[in-house]
Each structure stands twice: as structure tokens, then as C-alpha cells.
């Protein structure tokens, strides 16, 4: 099979390159690119993993003994007991991971760069080579942020927000090199994202199929699109502030530093690019949630045109509402109140999209893939954490709760709760991506698991937030009030640890599937866009011939015609169409 | 799999109401892609300068905020900007535009010696331009502006500094399309190429005047 369609590609001038190297490492391919950051992501995201379970364990038994770790060298460790400065790396490191090198590479860059070309009906992206470079920088980023937990003084401990002063001098956390290469290796996955920003954006505007309007891409893609333009235009925002705070910390300026600079500065900067990021994180969950509901629904999207608009409407919000990161900051309350009502106003696009992913459910004939229940379970995490950002919206609220677990426990339903729609999508197009089914029944498992031992961490985060547990504290039992928490700490840390095991179901699904899983037909989820009309896994090039697009995405139990689904790419003959 | 049980409760009621036609325009796509209003090159670049334009707002939003709320600018005992040759630089600058404009007419019209020509002429004026930069900033280091000796200087040599790095590359680009120009590169009328670097340099042309304003005369 595969050698009939290599001929047919042949035709098409696409070539497949046959070497090791330019097939599985230096790919120009926008599959293997994909699947390259996949990996990427799903590596880090084991070591994000370690990070949060070694902060759970510091809060649920305060200086005690890791067990295990008794070999790690002081200062890191004393006889595996963790010190404030290594619990400040932590829970640094931990965030710095989870959103620059698990949620960014295996959601934009991964999923990005294997869906874009393939559901616009594209051979690749629009330049390929600058797509394997943008992977290669991004994989030294990566490099740069592993080694600075090896320099002396241990990685960056200022949080993932970096504030000054505390970050701007290394006298203040006395961590020299770690920050260095913290602020060095952002700024190098800066051009990473620059890189792939500029190849989604030309490819979607130049590279779609005959007929693939803009109002028939699927939603994944509208979100991909949406979170290129935002990545374009905030991360050269941080950048910049990156360049002056390491000017700071290494030529001995004084941009953030309350000698002739303004620390607040950083804040404002770093949260012009940082509210942006939240969606840069969220969107293509979004996208990806309501492509899957849909096809496993069997329904169209409820509201196509509405859920993009929300989505544009939530990526122009998102540049004018920086402020509320910064309520108790020192603020005209005037300004405060501004920030405050735009912060609100996000909550109409949000709702939208949340009633119309309901919408596309109601009636439907659902199919009760794991797919469909990783993205049902985005969508119920993704009110809760909506919900809860309605209350820190609201400036008196939030002077009592900021800088709480409330605020722990909203960004990491939000954030955290993402990792739904990444294993949505991981089940959804894994037959696509490596041409193997995954087993019904562990997926089934890794959710169940998932889903409880998720909402067991992180929903009583919300109670200690409320009795005034602060974050980013290292030891809660030095506070005589914390102390009647000390219970739900251990209790939080238990399912932490669970939601961590839950895991395990899913490692030993994707490697088993990966090698013995079930050959892939094209199309096993019977859907609708133009990936599955190409082989599972599609050889370089993508289709044999160029695909026509005749309709929008979601055409599922259209009446009159005999199957509940219909390919963009089907023409609809005489004999399948019966106008009514 | 069982799609004959699957009729739910608004399919029935749609089937009645509406025909196939979906609200996403049922219909024969055109025979083929059409070309693209703006090529694959130009748009990529325009993006490239988008980002570049929000990394120069970062810099100069934060050089505004640090200038509004100081009280004395220039702080006392700091050494004075160089206004007139500076100005004088400025001259130079916004000529190597016109001349890259002039390369770029000449492109289009496929006169090969006119085009390279005039690219020739832009280096030699972006080179000029970064020649007294270059000597102002070793006069003003002499005097004792550096990127320590507070926040007048870091900011200056911060977005001076960043701008000059940006036409040096520009400058090895216009270098690099002139040596393409003269082998001939661009003669089968296939001008992208030429096109794409004046789009640049046009960019850190036009982006001056705005920091000499901010930086030299406000």
C-alpha cells in the first residue's frame, strides 16, 4: 500500500527523503515535526511531573525525608530533607516546564504542525525548513532549561513570573546561572515560536485547498490560527523584557531594580505578554474539544460561526486585561476597576463556547470514545476554573484570595486542566500520527483515574485558599492558622500522587499501541475532516491528489444522505444526494 | 458501526425543516488554489515585522514609562546626546531608503546594472549611518554614558544599541542580495528576493526617526 502511494506521490514531485537522519531527525516534514515536538512535550512533562510531586510532598509533610532521594548532593538536598531554596526552584521549575515546554510544544507545536498542513488540505507547511529549525531552537531551549538545574546554585527559584526585584540581582535569591539560563533559554524559544508562528499564519492564509474557505476550516485550525497571531505579536513582548532583565542581572543595569528603574515595569510587561499566553495555551484545547465533540456526537458544531468569533473576541480581550495579575500591585483604583470590567467581559466568549460545546452534546448520538470523555472532561474542568476566575475578576475579592491556593486552584483547572484536551487529541489522532489504534479500555482507565484524582487535588485547593493559605509558602506548619489544614494537605498530596499513577495506564497504552497497537484504517472515527481522508499515517505529501473541498467540517447525520458523516472532500453525486 | 439507531431527537426535526445545504455553503470548490494575493515570502516577512514592531513597543513603552516617571531628564551630571550629527545620521539613513526604493524600481523594471547599482548605494549609506553611530557611542562611553552609569544610559544604549544591531543585519542582507544582483539572479524577473530586503530595510529606516525622536529630542 505504502508503495502505491509513494508512486502516486512521485507524480506530485514529493519525494519522500529515504536517509536516517533527514527522515527521523533533521525532518523537513511537518508530520515528523509534529511528532518530534509531541515527544518533546510528553518527555518534559514526565520531569514537570517529578517537580510537582516533590512540592506536594514538602506540603503534606513539611522536612521530612523524601524517600529515595537521600542521595542528592547538598545544597540541593540534605539527606533527602528539601531546603526553602530548592523548594523555591521547584515549584519555579515545575510551572516554567508545564507551560513553555509541555502545553506550548505538544499543543501548538506538535498538534499545530501535524494538523495545519493536513485539514487545510495542504502537501506541507508553507516553509518547511524554517519549521525544522523552529523545532531545533526550541529543542535548545529545552536544552538550556535542563542544564540550569545542573550549574551551581540550582535553577531559577524566582517563580515562573520572574518578578523583580527578587530576580532582577542575584544577591536576592542567590541563584546566578540558573536565572541566566532560564532568561536565556526563553528568549531562545521566543525564535522557536516566532519561527512557527510566521509558518502557521502563511500556510493558512496561502496554502488551503480549492474551496477550503475560511469559514470550512475546523475549529482546531481557527484556534491554531488565532493562537499563531497571538504568539506573534506577545512573545516579542517578553522577549524584550527578557533582554532587560538579563542586562540587569548580568551588566549590572538598573531597568527592574528600585535603584533608578521601576519593578513594577516587569510586572506590566511580563503580564501584557503573560495574559495572551493564557490563551496561547487554551485556545487550541478549545479547538480541539469542540472538533471532538462534534465528530463523536454526530452532530454539526453547534454554532460554528459563534465559536470562532469567541475565540477572536477572547484573543483581543486577552491584550487589555493585563491588570488584574496585578490588583494588590500598587494600582490607581480607577485603572483597577477598568481592568476589572474587561476581565468580566471575557466571561461572554467563554460562555458562549461552554453552552455550545453543551449544545453540540444535546440530542447527539454520542459515542463514548476516550476521546469524547477527555473532552468532556476540559469542558467540566474548564467551568470550574472559568468560574472561579469570575471571583478573582472582581477586585475586592481578589485583594482578600490573591497570591492563595484559590489562585493555585483556578489556574491549574484552567491550565492544568488543558492536559484533558491534550489526551483528547493524543487518542483522537493518534491512529492518524503513528497509524495504530490505542486500547479502548486503558483509555478508559487513564481517564477514570485522571479525572477523579484531578478534581481530589486540585478542587480542595480552593478551601485552603479561602482559610488564607498562601502560595508558594515552604512550610504551612510554621502558621499556627495553617495548621488545621495540615490534614487537607495530605490528603491533596495523596491524590497528587494517585493522579500521578493514573498516568502509568497511559505510557504502557501509547508504547504498547505505539509498536502492537491495532492497524489504523483512514478514517476510524468515521469523521469528517481532511486528514482521514489521507492513509493512516499519511506518507510525505500528505493525499495522492489534491482534495477539493466542497463543504464545512462538521456535516455529521446530514438528512438524505446514507452514512451520518460526509467528508469535506466527498462531491456529492446524484446517487448519495436526494434534495429534499 | 450502528448508525441506524443514532437518530436523535433534533435530526428528526431537522430533516423536516431544512434541505442538505449546509450553513457552510454546499458547492464545487474552484478547479484549483488560487494564487495567493500575497506570496508565501512577502507575508512571512510581513509577520517577521509585525513581531519586530511589538518587540520595539516592549522596549519603548518601558523607555517611556522610565522617562515619564523620572523627574529630571537627562539626569544631572549625564553627558549630552549628540543632536545634530545624529541628525545628520538621520539624513543618511532615510537616502539609503530612497535608494533601496530606487534598487527596488530598478528590479522591477529588470535593469540589472541600475539595480545593483543602488543596493550598492544603500550599504554604502547604512554602513555611513553605522560608522558615526558607532563613533558617537565610543565619544559618549569616553564621556562617561555607559550602560551602568544609570538608567539615561541603559535606556539609550538599549534601544540605540538594538537598533544598530538590527540594520547591521539588515546591512548584511542588502550585502548579501547585491552580490546575488550582480550574478544575475534576479534578471528572469523572479524580483522576491530583492523585494523581501527592501521590505526590511525599510522597516529599520522607518522605525528610526521614531527613537531619535523619543531619544535624542524628547
Redesign the interface.
Known sequence: MSEAAASAHADHGAHEPAGFWSHYVFSTDHKMIGRQFLFLGLFMLIIGGILAMLIRWQLAWPETEVPGLGWVPEPTMYEGIIPPSTYNMLFTMHATIMIFFVVMPIMVGGFGNFLIPIMIGAKDMAFPLLNMLSFWVGAVAGVLMIASFFVVGGAASGGWTSYTPLTGAAVYTGVNWGINLWVLSLFVLAFSSLMGSINYITTLINMRAPGMTYFRLPLSIWSLFITAILLLLALPVLTAALGMLFFDRVFATNFFLPAGGMPLLWQHLFWFFGHPEVYILVLPAMGVTSDVLSVFSRKPIFGYRAMAYSMIALAFLSWIVWGHHMFVSGMNPLLGTAFMLTTMVIAVPSAIKTFNWLGTLWGGSIRFTVPLLFAIGFVSNFVIGGLSGIFMASTPVDIFIHDTYFIVAHFHYVVAGIIFAMFAAIYFWFPKMFGRMTSHTWGVVHFIGTYVFFNLTFFPMHFLGVGGHMRRIYNPMQYEYLEQFGDMNVFITISAFCLGLSQIPFVVNFIWSLFAGEKAPENPWEANTLEWSAPSPPPHGNFATQPQVYRGPYEYSVPGVEEDWLPQDRPLGAAAATGH | ?A?E???????ED??EA???V?????????????E?V???AR??LM??I???V??????I??FL??RL?SEVWPPVGQPRLPVWITGFNTLVLLASGVAMHRAWLAAAAREQVRLSGWLLVTAVLGAVFLTIQGYEWVRLIGFGLT??S??YG??FY?LIG?HGLHVLGALVWVGVVWRLARRGRYAAGRTVGVETCKMYWLFVVALWPVLYGLVYLY
Open positions: 458501526m448508525r439507531a443514532t437518530a436523535g431527537i433534533l435530526r431537522v430533516a431544512v434541505s442538505p449546509s450553513a457552510f455553503g454546499e458547492g464545487p470548490p474552484p478547479p484549483s488554489r488560487p495567493p500575497i506570496s508565501n507575508l512571512g509577520m517577521f509585525g513581531a519586530e511589538m518587540f520595539f513597543a516592549g522596549l513603552g518601558a514609562v522610565l516617571s550602560m551602568r544609570g538608567l541603559s535606556t538599549a538594538l
